[in-house]
């Protein structure tokens, strides 16, 4: 039943991570050509940069999952496990992931409220609302909320790239 609700939230997930940075990199390509073709013929479009660097925000919050997933993120493990035994390092990283899963809720719950604040407000050089850009946090941080619920339950996370299914042993 997990694998069923995750896998396609995953796929949508990577899809649209792997979408949104080609057309970043095409967008770019073409704003460097347009560039150097300015004094002659054709002029840089005046909304690319401010659509390369919001649409890279989708990127970041939707990318920050898959390195949870993949345990791929900067931890502390090191002091941790060094400086506790195993039942209180145990403790301490779910008292932190509980914590983390705090501010990650709170993320979605406020990134919510900017999103529809920001309806009516439209880009500069675009008749574009600005909430498709602000709805990267909570989007972004409800997957990561998603993945680190799965850590907290299973251990670790059941869908990493050595994963297989949930429950299984490292």
């Keep these: 039943m997990l694998k069923m609700v995750y896998g396609p939230l ?3 997930r990577s899809v649209a991570i792997i979408a949104i940075l080609a057309f970043i990199i095409g967008l770019c390509l073409v704003q460097i050509v347009l560039r150097y073709l300015t004094s002659t013929v054709l002029a840089p479009f005046a909304w690319g940069d401010e659509i390369i660097r919001l649409s890279s925000i989708w990127v970041v919050f939707l990318a920050a999952s898959l390195g949870v997933r993949e345990s791929s993120h900067l931890r502390v493990d090191f002091f941790v496990n060094r400086l506790l035994s195993g039942r209180r390092t145990a403790l301490l990283k779910k008292a932190a992931i509980l914590a983390v ?3 990650l809720g709170a993320l979605v719950w406020f990134g ?3 999103t529809r604040m920001n309806v009516p407000s439209l880009l500069e050089n675009l008749p574009l609302s600005r909430a498709w850009f602000y709805a990267a946090v909570p989007v972004g941080c409800a997957y990561l909320l998603l993945d680190y619920a799965l850590i907290l339950v299973y251990g670790r996370h059941p ?3 050595g994963g297989g299914e949930p429950g299984g042993g490292e």
Aim: proline fraction near 0%; avoid cysteine; aromatic fraction near 8%.
């Design 10 to 12: 995953s796929r949508i």
């Design 112 to 114: 919510v409220e900017q």
């Design 159 to 161: 869908f990493a790239s």
């Design 101 to 103: 899963m705090a501010a």
